[in-house]
């Protein structure tokens, strides 16, 4: 009963065609691609950064690396005592 029917949205892009013309509706449609995918472009690229930046600024060691150095730390402090 209120809805917009078919025939009604036709006859609204007939008159909006009308008004602008086809190449300055198809010089917006293109503006709004690249808007469209500069956005998607600008969050990737966020989100990229954002994974970067989630860890703390360090190198991680291997496991055995932290042995080896903590076992070398223990002999040092045997040879002090």
Same mark, same amino acid.
């Given at each position: ?18 008004? #602008?013309?086809? &190449? =300055? *509706?198809?010089?917006?449609? +293109? %503006? ?7 956005? /998607? ?16 600024? #360090?190198?991680? &060691? =291997? *496991?055995?690396?932290?042995? +080896? %150095? ?7 402090? /045997?040879?002090?005592?």
């Amino acid at each position: 009963m209120g809805g917009i029917s078919i025939w009604q949205l036709l006859i609204i892009a007939l008159i909006i065609v009308l008004l #602008f013309g086809t &190449k =300055k *509706l198809r010089s917006l449609g +293109g %503006d709004l691609g690249s808007a469209v995918k500069g956005f /998607k472009k600008a969050i990737s690229d966020d989100e990229s950064v954002a994974k970067k930046d989630a860890d703390a600024d #360090f190198e991680q &060691k =291997k *496991l055995a690396e932290q042995q +080896g %150095d903590q076992a070398q730390k223990s002999q040092k402090d /045997k040879e002090q005592v």
